[in-house]
Nanobody, 113 residues
Framework: QVQLVESGGGLVQAGGSLRLSCAISGSIFSINTMGWYRQAPGKQRELVATSSRGGNRNYGDSVKGRFTISRDNVRNTLYLQMNNLKPEDTAVYYC???????WGQGTQVTVSS
C-alpha cells in the first residue's frame, strides 16, 4: 500500500507564493509519473503539472510560467512551487503517482484578492 501526504497549503494573497510537498511512502516498486492536480468547488479535478522519471514536465495552460514541478527520486518527494498566485488558483491540490494510481488526501490552497 502506498501513502501520499501533501503539505504546504494555506492562505496567501494574490501575487504571493507557496510551495507544496508530497511525501510518498509504502510499497513503492517503481514510480514513473508524479503529478499535481487540483479541484475547485463545483468544478472537475484538473491537471496542474506532471513530471516523468525521464524528466519530461507537463503543465496545465493556466499555470504555465507561474508554477514549477520538481521531484526528488531518492526521497520519493514531489514539489510544486507556485508563484504569482491568483484567486482562481484557489482549490484543493492533490498529489498523484503512476503506475499505482494512488492519490493523496489533498491540501487546501486559498488565494485572496
Amino acid at each position: 500500500q502506498v501513502q501520499l501526504v501533501e503539505s504546504g497549503g494555506g492562505l496567501v494573497q494574490a501575487g504571493g507564493s507557496l510551495r507544496l510537498s508530497c511525501a510518498i511512502s509504502g510499497s513503492i516498486f517503481s514510480i514513473n509519473t508524479m503529478g499535481w492536480y487540483r479541484q475547485a468547488p463545483g468544478k472537475q479535478r484538473e491537471l496542474v503539472a506532471t513530471s516523468s522519471r525521464g524528466g519530461n514536465r507537463n503543465y496545465g495552460d493556466s499555470v504555465k510560467g507561474r508554477f514549477t514541478i520538481s521531484r526528488d527520486n531518492v526521497r520519493n518527494t514531489l514539489y510544486l512551487q507556485m508563484n504569482n498566485l491568483k484567486p482562481e488558483d484557489t482549490a484543493v491540490y492533490y498529489c498523484h503517482i503512476l503506475p499505482s494510481g494512488s492519490w493523496g488526501q489533498g491540501t487546501q490552497v486559498t488565494v485572496s484578492s
